[in-house]
């Protein structure tokens, strides 16, 4: 089976850096998505981790741990508009199993 | 636009009644998947197809749900007897799988079902 763990809510500030964590225990890994889910609509891809260590895109920077479960999502510059869900998402023989996210909110 | 997309957007059934959900996924992707989502939870898996085979159904689907790509491109997903605990939003996802691809999903903006 699939357990994946992430924090329910985070806040923080604008222009400030965030780090959201997530763990996992599966059957299988493939691989490990971050998507990202504005209120009312659909996840959009952020990033995906195949082998440890850390991927940088931009402002959004994700890192891996194979060995330990353990992945977490690095928010820089943080802007209002950051306000959203992260989705953690695990990926085996081509479908992804999603944690329920962490809602964060950035404040002025 | 040359995203995915889902018809319709939002449908309010009465418990009992049948109600079918399509989604067109972007034309080059060969996977399509469909989830559910409510509120506060993350997107949960039912099903997902590769071309127009279906490759795995969620257990926790009950034999209600049904779903099909018979073409390979567009898909259905078919709910018989609708239940007020299948009120949620219907998520459709298409990517494309093979060597050198991520087979990062791209999602539609999911059909809203409430069922009274």
């Known amino acids: 089976g699939q357990n994946i763990d992430q924090p329910t809510e985070m806040t923080a500030t604008e222009g400030a850096i965030v780090q959201i964590n997530c763990t996992y225990q599966?059957?299988?890994?493939?691989?490990l998505f971050w998507y990202q889910q504005h209120a009312g609509e659909a996840p959009t891809f952020l990033s995906y981790n195949v082998l440890d260590g850390l991927e940088e895109k931009g402002r959004f920077s994700s890192f891996l741990s194979r060995s330990k479960g353990y992945s977490y999502l690095l928010l820089k510059e943080l802007q209002m508009k950051d306000s959203a869900s992260y989705l953690c998402?695990?990926?085996?023989?081509?479908?992804?199993?999603f944690g329920d996210g962490t809602t964060l909110t950035v404040k002025p | 636009d040359t995203g995915v997309s889902q018809n319709p957007r939002h449908k309010i059934t009465k418990r009992g009644q049948n109600v079918t959900f399509r989604c067109d996924p972007i034309s080059e992707h060969n996977r399509l998947y469909w989830y559910r989502q409510t509120l506060g939870q993350g997107p949960e898996f039912l099903t997902y197809?590769?071309?127009?085979?279906?490759?795995?159904k969620s257990r926790l689907l009950s034999d209600r749900f049904s779903a099909e790509r018979p073409k390979g491109s567009f898909s259905t997903l078919e709910i018989q007897r609708t239940e007020q605990g299948d009120s949620a939003m219907y998520l459709c996802?298409?990517?494309?799988?093979?060597?050198?691809?991520?087979?990062?999903?791209?999602f539609g903006p999911g059909t809203r079902l409430t069922v009274l």
């Open positions: 197809f590769q071309n127009e085979a279906q490759l795995e």
């Open positions: 996802a298409s990517s494309l799988s093979g060597s050198g691809t991520y087979n990062e999903q791209f």
């Open positions: 998402a695990v990926s085996l023989a081509g479908k992804s199993t």
């Open positions: 599966t059957s299988g890994f493939n691989g």
